[in-house]
Each structure stands twice: as C-alpha cells, then as structure tokens.
C-alpha cells in the first residue's frame, strides 16, 4: 500500500487559492502518475488533474483548465495542486492517487491507492 496524504485543505473566499498537497511516506511518487480527483456533496467523484510519471505533463479537467496547475517536488516526494480563483463550485473533498502502469488519461477504477481526501470550502 502507498499510503499517500493529501494536506492543505480549508475554507476560503471565492476568487482566493489554495495549495494541496500529495506526500506518500512509503514510495516514490516520481514513479507514479498522479491523479487528483473531487468528490463534492451528493455529487459522484470527478476527476481534476492526471500527471504523468514520466514527461510530468498534465491533462486537466475542462472545468479547473487554467486555474489550477499540477508541480511535483519530488526532493520533499510531494505532488502540488495549486488552486486559484477558487469558485463555490470548487468546494468539495479533493483526493490524490497513484496509478503506476499506465499513460494519461488514466480511468478512475485504474489507480491503485488513494488518500483519505481534504475538505475544499470556497464560499463567502
């Protein structure tokens, strides 16, 4: 098991930015893809931001394109998502996870292990 953590969470006021951060204390995420995914109330979880392992590039979803951007420090073994001009339609519970095998885009049921998720409140 990865046993990955995500940080960073918290409430802020529309239009402010957050950072989130993905660390695994027990494997390299440099070898993984990284996947971020956010689950909002009675809304099925959707996915955010897929990073390869290899070239580090990112797709992201239509709906944070441009607002959010994906970084990997990978002397702290952490996976950044920096989150600006948060919406209320931001607001959920943003998780990380690792897939190992395959190339960006990468399906939900494909990635292995998962973080426990951070609470995101953007309102008012």
């Known amino acids: 098991q990865v046993h990955l953590a995500e940080s960073g969470g918290g409430l802020v006021q529309p239009g402010g930015s957050l950072r989130l951060s993905c660390t695994s204390s027990?494997?390299?995420?440099?070898?993984?893809?990284i996947g971020w995914f956010r689950q909002a109330p009675g809304k099925q979880r959707e996915g955010v931001s897929c990073?390869?392992?290899?070239?580090?590039?990112?797709d992201y979803a239509d709906s944070v394109k441009g607002r959010f951007t994906v970084s990997r420090d990978n002397a702290e073994n952490t996976v950044y998502l920096q989150m600006n001009d948060l919406k209320p339609e931001d607001t959920a519970v943003y998780y990380c996870?690792?897939?190992?095998?395959?190339?960006?885009?990468?399906?939900?049921?494909?990635?292995?292990?998962w973080g426990q998720g951070t609470q995101v409140t953007v309102s008012s």
């Open positions: 990073t390869g392992s290899g070239d580090d590039s990112t």
């Open positions: 027990r494997v390299t995420l440099r070898l993984y893809n």
């Open positions: 996870a690792t897939e190992g095998y395959l190339k960006c885009p990468i399906p939900q049921y494909e990635y292995d292990d």
